[in-house]
């Protein structure tokens, strides 16, 4: 059987602390489509759609345009979001220290409205830096290296490091999971622990079940969500008792997964929300484990119905993901091996001969369109998104990545890398 239980790595099992900052290539590209060279030939008389949107996908949002003067396709490393017509852009932060003996490192979230010069903290953990306080003055002779010299110690004695994974983003709701790694030589017991968390990217404030569904749902939701970590906990034992050797493993860590009604997330099934739980537990070496229980659906939340016009509306043999507008529609076709998708733009309200227009190969998965046309985006809201898209790629590459992913995935590097493929932080 396929056992659902995901280790969370993080920074005391990294192979280099040098890779605590990750370097990001620039990865942004502008062109103008020669529409007229490629693809199958027009039907006489069409003409390309008049369309803005922003497309989500792989590691990577692509800003597109189209209309009379062909098509522009802009790609960067970003991760927006659209709320209430107003584009935010999420992006993390690194703060620590690293010595010879001692390793620090932390990570923040933040939020901004691309419209605006201030940013709102959206979550941080304080104790990488008490620990780093604490340290310092009980080594007051210690120097700091730094972590991408040849010669900087693979091994220190003391590892305090947090990361964030983003998970997904819905509107104004940004689901992440943080994991804390701390292994103080000659200090407390070592903590390996994981959360997953659904914050307000408008102000900050983490989310509880019963302020997003109200108290009588949240209560069904969580009486189902036990009874299904129930079942598969039964399901592990069951498949151990039979001889699967990966139940077998994970049936020694059983005991030490409990149900935490904080520990969710927002998500989607077939366009509608749905709430997925994290349930931490520990390795019998105390590494910290995941397991990650199935969507259960619930009513919409506020706000559900614009983010539901982002989503894709995949086909019943998962072949293609469309997004309909009012004049064009979008369409992503992923390749024979799942790794890249054909996409496309077509103009609606054509009855014979439909083109498409090729606009992009992009990496799986997609994830959502921020259509820009209604409203359409003004002089200052257009200029706002070139600004965040010029910043994304021109910070000589070296910030941390923000990743979206979908399911649970092991980590080898110094730093959490942070779902759903990668998107560009603030430094």
């Given at each position: 059987?396929?056992?659902?239980?995901?280790?969370?790595?993080?920074?005391?099992?990294?192979?280099?602390?040098?890779?605590?900052?990750?370097?990001?290539?620039?990865?942004?590209?502008?062109?103008?489509?020669?529409?007229?060279?490629?693809?199958?030939?027009?039907?006489?008389?069409?003409?390309?759609?008049?369309?803005?949107?922003?497309?989500?996908?792989?590691?990577?949002?692509?800003?597109?345009?189209?209309?009379?003067?062909?098509?522009?396709?802009?790609?960067?490393?970003?991760?927006?979001?659209?709320?209430?017509?107003?584009?935010?852009?999420?992006?993390?932060?690194?703060?620590?220290?690293?010595?010879?003996?001692?390793?620090?490192?932390?990570?923040?979230?933040?939020?901004?409205?691309?419209?605006?010069?201030?940013?709102?903290?959206?979550?941080?953990?304080?104790?990488?830096?008490?620990?780093?306080?604490?340290?310092?003055?009980?080594?007051?002779?210690?120097?700091?290296?730094?972590?991408?010299?040849?010669?900087?110690?693979?091994?220190?004695?003391?590892?305090?490091?947090?990361?964030?994974?983003?998970?997904?983003?819905?509107?104004?709701?940004?689901?992440?999971?943080?994991?804390?790694?701390?292994?103080?030589?000659?200090?407390?017991?070592?903590?390996?622990?994981?959360?997953?968390?659904?914050?307000?990217?408008?102000?900050?404030?983490?989310?509880?079940?019963?302020?997003?569904?109200?108290?009588?749902?949240?209560?069904?939701?969580?009486?189902?969500?036990?009874?299904?970590?129930?079942?598969?906990?039964?399901?592990?034992?069951?498949?151990?008792?039979?001889?699967?050797?990966?139940?077998?493993?994970?049936?020694?860590?059983?005991?030490?997964?409990?149900?935490?009604?904080?520990?969710?997330?927002?998500?989607?099934?077939?366009?509608?929300?749905?709430?997925?739980?994290?349930?931490?537990?520990?390795?019998?070496?105390?590494?910290?484990?995941?397991?990650?229980?199935?969507?259960?659906?619930?009513?919409?939340?506020?706000?559900?119905?614009?983010?539901?016009?982002?989503?894709?509306?995949?086909?019943?043999?998962?072949?293609?993901?469309?997004?309909?507008?009012?004049?064009?529609?979008?369409?992503?076709?992923?390749?024979?091996?799942?790794?890249?998708?054909?996409?496309?733009?077509?103009?609606?309200?054509?009855?014979?001969?439909?083109?498409?227009?090729?606009?992009?190969?992009?990496?799986?998965?997609?994830?959502?369109?921020?259509?820009?046309?209604?409203?359409?985006?003004?002089?200052?809201?257009?200029?706002?998104?070139?600004?965040?898209?010029?910043?994304?790629?021109?910070?000589?590459?070296?910030v941390q990545r923000a990743s979206y992913r979908r399911t649970p995935r092991r980590h080898d590097a110094v730093r959490l890398r942070v779902r759903r493929a990668a998107f560009s932080v603030q430094p």
């Amino acid at each position: 059987m396929r056992v659902p239980v995901g280790r969370l790595r993080g920074g005391a099992q990294a192979a280099s602390r040098a890779a605590r900052v990750l370097v990001m290539g620039a990865s942004t590209a502008l062109v103008v489509a020669a529409l007229a060279a490629c693809g199958e030939p027009a039907a006489r008389g069409q003409a390309l759609p008049a369309a803005e949107f922003l497309f989500a996908a792989g590691d990577s949002t692509y800003w597109v345009r189209s209309g009379g003067e062909g098509m522009r396709v802009r790609s960067a490393p970003i991760l927006l979001t659209d709320v209430d017509g107003r584009l935010i852009e999420v992006f993390l932060s690194d703060d620590g220290a690293e010595y010879p003996s001692a390793s620090f490192a932390t990570t923040r979230l933040w939020a901004r409205a691309l419209q605006s010069r201030d940013s709102t903290l959206l979550f941080a953990d304080s104790t990488v830096m008490r620990e780093l306080s604490a340290w310092r003055k009980a080594n007051p002779r210690e120097l700091e290296i730094d972590p991408n010299d040849d010669d900087a110690p693979d091994d220190p004695r003391t590892v305090v490091h947090d990361g964030i994974e983003i998970i997904d983003v819905h509107g104004p709701y940004l689901t992440f999971e943080h994991l804390l790694d701390a292994d103080i030589d000659g200090g407390p017991p070592h903590q390996h622990r994981g959360r997953r968390y659904v914050v307000d990217v408008r102000s900050g404030h983490v989310n509880s079940l019963a302020e997003l569904l109200g108290a009588e749902e949240a209560r069904a939701v969580m009486l189902a969500a036990q009874a299904s970590l129930a079942q598969l906990t039964d399901s592990i034992r069951q498949a151990g008792a039979a001889g699967d050797e990966r139940a077998q493993a994970a049936v020694e860590t059983l005991g030490s997964f409990v149900f935490d009604s904080g520990s969710f997330g927002i998500t989607d099934l077939a366009r509608e929300p749905a709430v997925a739980f994290m349930v931490p537990g520990q390795a019998t070496d105390g590494e910290a484990l995941a397991l990650y229980l199935p969507p259960i659906g619930v009513r919409a939340p506020t706000g559900w119905p614009s983010v539901r016009g982002t989503l894709p509306e995949w086909s019943a043999d998962s072949s293609r993901a469309r997004w309909e507008r009012g004049a064009y529609d979008v369409t992503a076709v992923p390749a024979q091996d799942g790794d890249l998708l054909g996409l496309s733009l077509s103009a609606r309200g054509v009855t014979t001969s439909r083109r498409e227009w090729p606009v992009a190969t992009v990496a799986a998965p997609v994830y959502q369109l921020i259509a820009l046309e209604q409203p359409p985006l003004d002089s200052a809201g257009r200029a706002a998104l070139a600004r965040a898209f010029d910043r994304s790629t021109a910070l000589d590459g070296l910030v941390q990545r923000a990743s979206y992913r979908r399911t649970p995935r092991r980590h080898d590097a110094v730093r959490l890398r942070v779902r759903r493929a990668a998107f560009s932080v603030q430094p």
